[in-house]
């Protein structure tokens, strides 16, 4: 899955995306590059960001949309968490709905299953503008699976089917580096006590700078590193800012994961 941010004050992409024109370009590049779908943001998820108005955030994300769903031959998704922009992204086309905040605002779940979207299902701790401030769990792994759970149920009884349900432990959103190492290391465990695959998002996030003290411009190594790691684990999904190297960085660890043993 490869990341178009609409945002201006992203802080990865340092804002260059957030003209429709460039967004669509980036977006067309990526797909070159080997990504199989795009994620398209407009609002920042980063630590400690503001939110924006439904307004602001439907004039970044749909024109971007309607453009790649003609443009484009993979399944768009939109990273979003309210339920006005969903809608309007799937009547634009999308295909599927990345909710960070795990589909918990009144009637996402219902707007989902009425458009017959895919759902990445995503757990965060508080919100994204308090959930770095002394994050704590009972047991890390038992509470995500247990929070994903809850949400996937509520998405079966809508009517949405078991497959195209994805589950994701929402690295970085409310978790020390050793809650994100250890829901790293749990990826089959919290996939199997869901029944859902499971998508990680690592790029460039500052789990890697607690690890290596890297800004974020110097992060590309220890993103394909986690990325790896996060599919042998059993990842289905990666959502990842640089695509090429992520690509050819799993594609070369499947190649051993697949062969035979002699
Ligand atoms: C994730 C995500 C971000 C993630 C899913 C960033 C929108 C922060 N991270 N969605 N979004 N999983 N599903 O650093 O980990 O890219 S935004």
């Known amino acids: 899955m490869g990341v178009v941010n609409t945002t201006p004050d992203s802080f990865s992409d340092g804002g260059h995306y957030h003209r429709h024109e460039d967004a669509v370009r980036h977006a067309l590049k990526l797909i070159e590059e080997g990504a199989d779908i795009l994620d398209i943001g407009g609002e920042s998820t980063r630590p400690g960001a503001d939110s924006v108005s439904i307004d602001e955030e439907m004039e970044r994300v749909i024109p971007v949309i309607e453009s790649l769903v003609a443009a484009a031959e993979v399944p768009i998704s939109v990273d979003t968490s309210k339920v006005e922009v969903m809608r309007a992204a799937m009547q634009s086309g999308a295909a599927m709905i990345n909710d960070v905040n795990g589909l918990r605002a009144p009637g996402a779940v219902a707007a989902a299953a009425e458009h017959n979207a895919v759902v990445c299902i995503m757990h965060m701790l508080g919100e994204p503008k308090t959930m770095q401030a002394q994050p704590q769990y009972e047991d890390v792994i038992a509470d995500v699976s247990h929070f994903l759970t809850q949400q996937i149920d509520a998405c079966l009884e809508a009517g949405i089917p078991q497959r195209d349900i994805i589950g994701d432990p929402g690295i970085g959103f409310g ?73 050819d960085a799993i594609r070369c660890a499947e190649a051993v994961m697949s062969a035979s043993n002699y």
């Open 175 to 247: 978790k020390t580096l050793e809650h994100n190492l250890a829901l790293l290391n749990s990826i089959a465990k919290i996939r199997s006590s869901t029944g859902c695959e499971m998508l990680i998002g690592v790029s460039r996030k500052s789990m890697i700078d607690a690890i290596l003290n890297r800004p974020v411009d110097e992060r590309l190594a220890g993103s394909l590193g986690l990325a790896v790691q996060a599919v042998m684990n059993g990842a289905k999904l990666v959502r990842v800012h640089d695509v090429r190297a992520s690509h």
